[in-house]
């Protein structure tokens, strides 16, 4: 059974940082695409960043030069570093597995989220 | 970046009605396009990929169809469980967008 834990969330000042993790089991980790997707409270979704079992990633405008996602396959963790965090980015994180056989951004599974809040 | 618009935003039905959610791509992404089923509280759910597949354990009651850049997903006969938000999302190009969403909810 695939299952997808993530923890890091909080209350963050403006300006603050705050790093994610996404613990994954029930697959082989190191195959498959992962991303954040997030959703501002009453919100739809928004893709956040995608990284490759290879290590590529990608990374949405709104957060490009202030999010790092990485993973450690030795672990089945996935990490998202956020600094330079605004009012725009609270929201609650999802962590999601993407297809690994179609190497497509097919959102198969899905964590349970944890919130960020970025609030003075 | 392709943007992903549905319709109706909300929507009112009954239980055994038969509904039908839009979405359109702002450009063609031939068969690229995903449905997900949010419930409040919970994480989004992958029902249909590939625009007409249906992921494993989603009830026969869900289809989808539509390619290039109109796409639909109907419920037939309406349960219960089935009143929540739905989403479409395009994987044809970077980066992956979704539709704003559209609420089904009990008449």
């Not at chain 2, 509904?19 to 089923?37: D, E, G």
Request: overall charge neutral; glycine content about 10%; charged content about 15%.
């Amino acid at each position: 059974e695939v299952q997808l834990l993530e923890s890091g969330g909080g209350l963050v000042q403006p300006g603050g940082s705050l790093r994610l993790s996404c613990a994954a089991s029930g697959f082989t980790f190191s195959s498959c695409g992962m991303s954040w997707v997030r959703q501002a409270p009453g919100e739809g979704l928004e893709w956040v960043s995608s990284i490759s079992g290879s290590d590529g990633s990608t990374y949405a405008d709104s957060v490009k030069g202030r999010f790092t996602i990485s993973r450690d396959n030795s672990k089945n963790t996935m990490f998202l570093q956020m600094s330079s965090l605004r009012a725009e980015d609270t929201a609650i994180y999802y962590c999601v597995k993407e297809d690994c056989k179609s190497k497509l951004t097919t959102f198969d599974y899905w964590g349970h989220g944890t919130l960020v809040t970025v609030s003075s | 970046d392709i943007q992903m618009t549905q319709s109706p935003s909300s929507l009112s039905a009954s239980v055994g009605d038969r509904v039908t959610i839009t979405c359109r791509a702002s450009q063609s992404i031939n068969s690229f396009l995903n449905w997900y089923q949010q419930k409040p509280g919970k994480a989004p759910n992958l029902l249909i990929y590939a625009a007409s597949s249906m992921q494993s354990g989603v009830p026969s009651r869900f289809s989808g169809r539509g390619s290039g850049t109109d796409f639909t997903l109907t419920i037939n006969s309406l349960q219960p469980e089935d009143f929540a938000t739905y989403f479409c999302q395009q994987s044809y190009s970077a980066p992956p967008t979704f539709g704003q969403g559209t609420k089904l909810e009990m008449k």
